[in-house]
């Protein structure tokens, strides 16, 4: 955590309406420096549609959201005052639900590729920090295989590697562990805690109950598009006040 506190994202009043059905409603929220928060939810309560706003994947309808005390704009350039798409990519790194590799590209292309275009680094300086990040999801030995010869908790572990290529300031994981398998579950989780360990700065959209508890110091439970309940995991997944909390956590204890 940084000492003064200061948000490096901060969302006020976010409002996501597709047609006439409001998704989101007025959200704000802040993410400071080291921040781990854990976002829970029903289906249909717009956790993955505010994630996706936090990465301009999704235009908000209405309200504004910074990042380091700059507005987020849906254009590709950066202004004086705006983060353009291009800038905010290389900033905010997401990782979603299924995992969007490149089929055609192996571990190592699907890794470089950003750095490389969108980074203006060497094929050398791409290609060895690839292989560090390798490394570090536990996949020194995948380099060059392609996704189809690839486990679904391998693939999630190289789109993470993917996305921490580009040295991001803010990671944001889109219920990343719902598409596998159980007992590859794990495997994910684990390179999540350890970017924890480290320090990253993360947002996660999750049902892993459990994980959530463990790593994150906010957990935020949004429902019918609100934040519901707000507090560290103790208050808001172990000891709920709401007896809407209650009952959505109920059906993760059996």
Request: net charge neutral; with cysteine; charged share 25%.
């Amino acid at each position: 955590m940084n000492n003064d506190n200061t948000p490096v994202l901060t969302v006020n009043g976010l409002v996501k309406r597709y047609g006439a059905i409001e998704v989101l409603k007025s959200i704000d929220l802040d993410l400071v420096k080291g921040d781990i928060l854990g976002i829970i939810g029903p289906s249909g309560s717009g956790k993955s549609t505010l994630i996706r706003c936090l990465n301009m994947m999704e235009t908000p309808t209405e309200g504004t959201i910074k990042l380091q005390g700059k507005k987020l704009s849906d254009k590709f350039k950066s202004s004086k005052n705006e983060i353009g798409v291009g800038e905010l990519r290389r900033k905010v790194g997401m990782v979603f639900q299924h995992f969007n590799l490149y089929p055609h590209k192996t571990v190592l292309g699907n890794i470089t590729m950003g750095p490389k275009v969108v980074g203006k680094k060497s094929e050398q300086e791409a290609n060895e920090y690839a292989h560090d990040l390798l490394g570090q999801v536990g996949l020194s030995d995948k380099a060059d295989a392609y996704p189809s010869h690839l486990s679904g908790g391998q693939k999630q572990r190289v789109a993470i590697a993917r996305a921490l290529a580009m040295k991001p300031d803010i990671m944001l994981f889109d219920e990343v562990t719902s598409a596998l398998d159980p007992e590859l579950v794990g495997e994910v989780l684990q390179v999540i805690k350890k970017l924890a360990d480290e320090g990253m700065t993360m947002a996660l959209v999750t049902h892993e109950m459990a994980f959530a508890a463990e790593i994150a110091n906010r957990v935020i439970f949004l429902d019918g598009g609100v934040i519901a309940e707000s507090g560290t995991p103790d208050q808001g997944l172990i000891n709920p006040e709401s007896e809407r909390l209650k009952t959505f956590l109920s059906r993760f204890h059996g």
